[in-house]
C-alpha cells in the first residue's frame, strides 16, 4: 500500500509539473493499464474495492450499506463476481470502434492495515481482432481523474489523462504485431532470414562465393557451410536470448575482416589447408551475430519465438544455399577441373571479393571514408 | 422550507465534470484516544470515488476542537487523505479547503451544471448575454465535517471556519433524532447568502434529496427524516476576475454529519 502511495504521490507531482495553469486536478486513486501483444489484449484497473461496489450496488438497485467499507477482501471479491453483467455495462472495450466483450478476472487484495482502504483489480483480456488499427476506452465507474497507460508491444508506455466517464482519443496500434498463425510466422521468418542473405545480404553471399571457389569437391563445400551454419545458429540463438551480446559496430567490421580474409586465402593458396574448417567455424560465430543484428531489427514474437527464430535461421541457410547453387549453374561442375579455373575463375573472383571486402571493412570502421566517397 | 425531490442516480457517461466533494471520516462517533481516518471524496449522490492527499491540492486541511486549531496530518499520496486523534470531549470541525481547479466545459454540460445545482442567477445572466457557448470554470472546494466525541451539548455545535463559501449548522446535529428541524445557514465571504439552493442528501437513501433556497438570512430549515450520515451542499458561482484565465468562479460548499440512531450508542459512517 505504502508503494501506491508513493505512486500516487508521483503521478499527482507529473500531473501537477505539466499542468499549464496554477491549478491542480482532483485525480482519484483509480489506475488503468492497457498492454497489446501478440494479437491479444490485456486491460488491468486498479480502484477502490469499497467505492466500486457501492456503485455497483446502487446502480442494481440495492439499498447502500453502510457496512461495505469495512467488509474483507474475500467477501468483497466474491460480491464483485456477482456484479460482473453491471460492471461490464459502463466499460468499453473497442477496436476501430466495434466494442469487443472481454473476459473479466476480479482479484481483491486486503487492506495492509485497518485505516487503508481495500484495493481491487479487474483485469479485462482478450484477442484484438484480426487487423484492428485503433482502440478506444472508456471507464464510468470514477467520478475522479484517472490515468489510462498504454503498452503497445515492446514499445514504452504512453498514459492519457481521463475524466471519469470521457472516452479515450483512439489510441493506434500499429506497432503491435496482428494476431498470425505459428504458419504464418513460420513462413514470414523463413522469407526474411533468405532475403537477409538474396539479395540484401551482398556481404554473406561474398563469403559464402569465397567458401564454393577454393572447393575441388562438392563434399567440401557442404562441410564448409555446415560448419558456418552449425556455429552461426549458435551465436544467432545466444544473441538473441540475450546471453551474449557484441555491438555492431564490432561485429560488423570483423564479418567484413572475415569475408577479406577467405578471398584472400583463396589467392594465396591452390587448395584448402585443414584449419580451414575450424576458421569457417569461427567466422560463423561472427555472421551469426550479424543476423542476430538484423533478426532484432525485424522483431520477433513473443508468442512464436523459437518458430520464428528456427525459421529465419532455415531461410538463411537456403540463401547460403542458393547462392552456391546459382554459383554451381554458372560456373558449371566441369570448368572446376579445368587447368584454367583458377587463372579465370578463382584469382579474378577472389580479387573482386577481397577489394570489396577490404573497402567494407574500412567504411565500417570509419563511417566518414564512405561519406567522403559519396561527395568525391 | 424545504422540499422533498425524488432523483434517479445519475452514473453516466455523460457525468459532469465538477462534481460534489465531501469529508468522510472513518467514524462520526469516535472513542477516546482514537485516530481517525478523514477521507476525501468526490461524486455524486455520495457515491464517491478516494482522493489521495495531494499538497497541490490543498489550501487548508485542519480541524478545530476545543483545544483549537490543528492540521489533519497524512501522508502525500494517500487515502485516507489525513487522520486525526481524539482527545478532548465535543464537538470537532474537520476543515479542508482546496486550491482552485480550471474545467473546460460544453455548453450542454454547462447548462446541465447550472440547472443541478440551482445557479439560475448565472444562467439568467447568461440568456441577457445571449452567451450559449461552453465556459471555463474555476472551482474550489469548502468541505467541513462534524465529528463528536462523547455526547456533546448542544452548545459545542458547528462553528464558522472562515471558508470563502460555508455551511455552519446553527443546531448541533450529533445530539439531533430523526425529523427534527436542522438549522444550516449559507455564508459567502462571511456575509449570508441568499437565494442559494441548498441540497441534503442521506447515504441510506441518496435518491431522496431534500432541498431548499436560502432566506435573506441565508439560513435554511432542513427537516431531516433519517438517522445516518448525511451531505448537505451548496455551490455559489461568480464571474471570474480578467485575470483568472476563467470564465466563471465557483465554491463548492459541504457538510457531513451524521443523525444518531437513538437505539444505538455508537455508529460508524
Not at chain 2, 102 to 117: D, G, H, I, S, W
Amino acid at each position: 500500500m505504502k508503494n501506491l502511495g508513493r505512486a500516487i504521490a508521483c503521478v499527482i507531482a507529473a500531473v501537477v509539473a505539466s499542468s499549464p495553469v496554477a491549478t491542480a486536478h482532483e485525480i482519484g486513486t483509480t489506475r488503468v493499464l492497457a498492454r497489446f501483444e501478440d494479437g491479444r489484449y490485456a486491460i488491468e484497473i486498479t480502484t477502490d474495492a469499497s467505492s466500486l461496489m457501492e456503485k455497483l450496488d446502487s446502480v442494481a438497485g440495492s439499498p447502500m450499506d453502510a457496512t461495505t467499507a469495512r467488509t474483507d477482501a474475500v467477501t468483497m471479491e466474491k460480491r464483485l463476481v456477482t456484479r460482473d453483467d453491471a460492471f461490464r455495462q459502463r466499460v468499453t472495450v473497442a477496436f476501430d470502434g466495434t466494442e469487443t466483450r472481454p473476459e473479466t478476472h476480479y482479484a481483491v487484495s486486503p487492506a495492509s492495515d485497518a485505516l487503508s482502504p481495500v484495493i481491487a483489480t479487474i483485469r479485462l483480456t482478450g484477442e484484438m481482432p484480426r487487423g484492428a488499427s485503433h482502440f478506444t476506452w472508456s471507464y464510468s465507474w470514477t467520478f475522479a481523474s484517472y490515468a489510462l497507460s498504454v503498452t503497445n508491444g515492446g514499445a514504452a508506455a504512453t498514459t492519457e489523462w481521463l475524466e471519469g466517464g470521457q472516452a479515450s482519443a483512439p489510441i493506434p496500434l500499429t506497432d503491435s504485431a496482428p494476431a498470425i498463425s505459428r504458419t504464418t510466422v513460420a513462413w514470414r521468418y523463413l522469407l526474411l532470414g533468405f532475403t537477409h542473405i538474396i539479395p540484401h545480404g551482398l556481404d554473406h553471399m561474398l563469403f559464402v562465393l569465397g567458401l564454393f571457389l577454393l572447393s575441388g569437391r562438392l563434399r567440401t563445400v557442404l562441410a564448409q557451410v555446415s560448419a558456418f551454419t552449425v556455429a552461426h545458429s549458435i551465436t544467432l540463438g545466444l544473441s538473441i536470448y540475450g546471453l551474449i551480446s557484441v555491438p555492431s559496430a564490432v561485429v560488423e567490421p570483423l564479418i567484413a575482416v572475415s569475408i577479406a580474409y577467405v578471398a584472400l586465402e583463396n589467392l594465396l593458396l591452390s587448395e584448402l589447408k585443414p584449419w580451414r574448417i575450424a576458421l569457417v567455424f569461427a567466422f560463423g560465430l561472427l555472421h551469426g551475430l550479424g543476423f542476430a543484428g538484423a533478426l532484432r531489427e525485424l522483431g520477433l514474437p513473443r508468442a512464436e519465438f523459437m518458430t520464428a527464430l528456427l525459421t529465419f535461421n532455415a531461410g538463411v541457410e537456403a540463401g547460403q544455399l542458393a547462392v552456391i547453387g546459382a554459383a554451381f549453374a554458372i560456373v558449371g561442375w566441369h570448368c572446376r577441373s579445368q587447368s584454367w579455373y583458377r587463372q579465370r575463375i578463382v584469382v579474378p573472383a577472389s580479387l573482386v571479393i577481397a577489394c570489396t571486402a577490404l573497402y567494407w571493412t574500412v567504411e565500417r570502421i570509419a563511417p566518414e571514408v564512405s561519406a567522403l566517397g559519396s561527395w568525391l | 422550507m424545504c422540499t422533498l425531490i425524488a432523483t434517479t442516480l445519475v452514473l453516466s457517461s455523460a457525468s459532469l465534470l465538477a462534481h460534489d466533494m465531501w469529508i468522510e471520516p472513518g467514524t462520526f462517533s469516535p472513542s477516546p484516544g482514537e485516530i481517525v481516518a478523514v477521507k476525501l471524496r468526490v461524486g455524486q449522490d455520495l457515491l464517491g470515488d478516494p482522493i489521495p492527499r495531494d499538497p497541490a491540492l490543498i489550501n487548508q486541511f485542519f480541524v478545530v476542537d476545543g483545544e483549537g486549531r490543528k492540521p489533519v496530518v497524512g501522508r502525500d499520496g494517500s487515502d485516507p487523505a489525513g487522520f486525526i486523534r481524539v482527545a478532548a470531549p465535543g464537538l470537532l470541525v474537520v476543515g479542508y479547503r482546496s486550491n482552485p481547479s480550471l474545467v473546460q466545459l460544453t455548453p450542454e454540460k454547462f447548462n446541465q451544471y447550472l440547472a443541478e445545482e440551482g445557479l439560475d442567477a448565472v444562467a439568467a445572466l447568461r440568456a441577457r448575454r445571449g452567451q450559449t457557448g461552453g465556459a471555463r470554470d474555476l472551482f474550489s472546494r469548502c468541505a467541513k465535517s462534524l465529528v463528536a466525541f462523547d455526547v456533546p451539548t448542544n452548545g459545542q455545535g458547528d462553528r464558522s471556519l472562515g471558508f470563502t463559501l460555508e455551511l455552519v449548522a446553527e443546531r448541533n446535529p450529533t445530539t439531533m433524532a430523526a425529523g427534527e428541524d436542522l438549522p444550516v445557514r449559507l455564508t459567502y465571504e462571511n456575509q449570508p447568502l441568499a437565494g442559494a439552493l441548498v441540497v441534503a442528501i442521506n447515504r441510506a437513501n441518496p435518491k431522496e434529496k431534500l432541498s431548499a433556497r436560502s432566506d435573506k438570512d441565508g439560513r435554511v430549515h432542513l427537516r431531516l427524516p433519517r438517522t445516518g450520515m448525511w451531505l448537505v451542499k451548496a455551490v455559489h458561482m461568480i464571474e471570474a476576475p480578467p485575470t483568472a484565465g476563467a470564465d466563471w468562479v465557483s465554491y463548492w460548499a459541504s457538510l457531513t454529519f451524521e443523525i444518531r440512531d437513538r437505539t444505538s450508542t455508537r455508529s460508524t459512517s
